[in-house]
T-cell receptor
Framework: EDKVVQSPLSLVVHEGDTVTLNCSYE??????LLWYKQEKKAPTFLFML????IEKKSGRLSSILDKKELFSILNITATQTGDSAVYLC???????????FGKGTRLSVIA | DSGVTQTPKHLITATGQRVTLRCSPR?????VYWYQQSLDQGLQFLIQ???????AKGNILERFSAQQFPDLHSELNLSSLELGDSALYFC??????????????FGPGTRLTVL
């Protein structure tokens, strides 16, 4: 059974800190790994990492994928209160299977 | 705004009742996914439709059913509701499954409360 495990479950940091969120996975026929940010409502897409793109960066957020060790990390530098959210990791397998989500990491950034 | 719409935003009902949640995918998206998110759970995949046909099934209870109509909107029907069915129900859409890495766009969700 495909599985995605995120750690930590929750994290409280001060503004300006750098945080690293972890996602490990077990999936048959891996195709891609996706990161989403969920504030009060719907998850919004952050990054997608595939075999052909194992590192992504957007502003203060960056993510890498280690296909050998089966994990990904999401880094957020110079955190701001607006970064407070639940960060979800999901894995897609080939063969038209649905995304499998982890339970998320709840990040709280305090001023 | 993802372009995916869901109605209603909130729904409060009693145990034993039946409700219907509605989702309209983004323009051009053929695939619709339904997820359930409870307080202490991650997103749990329920069911997927592609162009009117059921494509994949997750941990969907027999009391739950869904369909996708010719205009591509989808409905999730929940019957014989129990307290434990209280959750956020999300709909997501994507262009087409199985066509490379597949980004899903999520609707705002329907918060169901069963009293």
């Amino acid at each position: 059974e495909d599985k995605v495990v995120q750690s930590p479950l929750s994290l409280v940091v001060h503004e300006g800190d750098t945080v690293t969120l972890n996602c490990s996975y077990e999936v048959t026929n891996f195709r891609s790994l996706l990161w989403y940010k969920q504030e009060k409502k719907a998850p919004t897409f952050l990054f997608m990492l595939t075999s052909s793109g194992i590192e992504k960066k957007s502003g203060r957020l960056s993510s890498i994928l280690d296909k050998k060790e089966l994990f990904s990390i999401l880094n957020i530098t110079a955190t701001q209160t607006g970064d407070s959210a639940v960060y979800l990791c999901a894995v897609e397998a080939s063969g038209n299977t649905p995304l499998v989500f982890g339970k998320g990491t709840r990040l709280s950034v305090i001023a | 705004d993802s372009g995916v719409t869901q109605t209603p935003k909130h729904l409060i009902t009693a145990t034993g009742q039946r409700v219907t949640l509605r989702c309209s995918p983004r323009s051009g998206d053929l695939s619709v996914y339904w997820y359930q998110q409870s307080l202490d759970q991650g997103l749990q995949f329920l069911i997927q439709y592609y162009n009117g046909e059921e494509r994949a099934k997750g941990n969907i209870l027999e009391r739950f059913s869904a369909q996708q109509f010719p205009d591509l909107h989808s409905e999730l029907n929940l019957s014989s509701l129990e307290l434990g069915d209280s959750a956020l129900y999300f709909c997501a859409s994507s262009v087409e499954p199985g066509q490379g890495a597949n980004e899903q766009f999520f609707g705002p969700g329907t918060r169901l409360t069963v009293l």
